[in-house]
């Protein structure tokens, strides 16, 4: 079987390009990766999301239709079971965010750690070449010379001279 070019097999490794951030794969965020943590993350990336918000004036239509049509009257017109409701979602959801900003800021920061230190490693091998090219260039340029000599040499005995 024929060996595929390098940018074919890079094409087939769907990460390879995140390589050089496995070595800090072990590193958990600053609470862990405990059940709750994961919990508060999904929950605080859905709140924004406009499936949410239409699922939420969505229950707040129906709850205002219910109670002020008087079909359902457990909640009369001040709506104050409603208000508690969105009270205690904003109890829960404001610290919940903050949680899943905390986590995702010490992913950042791991990530960003990690690519300067991929970077260092670049610039160091890109150094390395640039002194292998320079000396490659120094001894072609030598060469050149002992080529040089060596043709007037050999020209000065060939060339008979009148």
Known sequence: MAQLPASAQVAREPRLHMRF???HGHLGSTFGDDPFGRFAERFARSFGTPRFLIVQTGIVLVWLALNAADIAHFDPYPFILLNLAFSTQAA???PMILLAQTRQSERDRTWTEADAKHREEISA???????????????????????????????GRVVVRP
Do not use: F, K, S
Request: hydrophobic content about 45%.
């Open 21 to 23: 951030l496995e070595p």
């Open 92 to 94: 829960y959801a404001a």
């Open 125 to 155: 091998a890109i150094l390395a070449l640039l002194r292998q090219n320079t000396d490659l260039t120094q001894q072609v340029h030598d060469l050149a010379e002992r080529i040089e000599a060596l043709t007037r040499e050999v020209h």
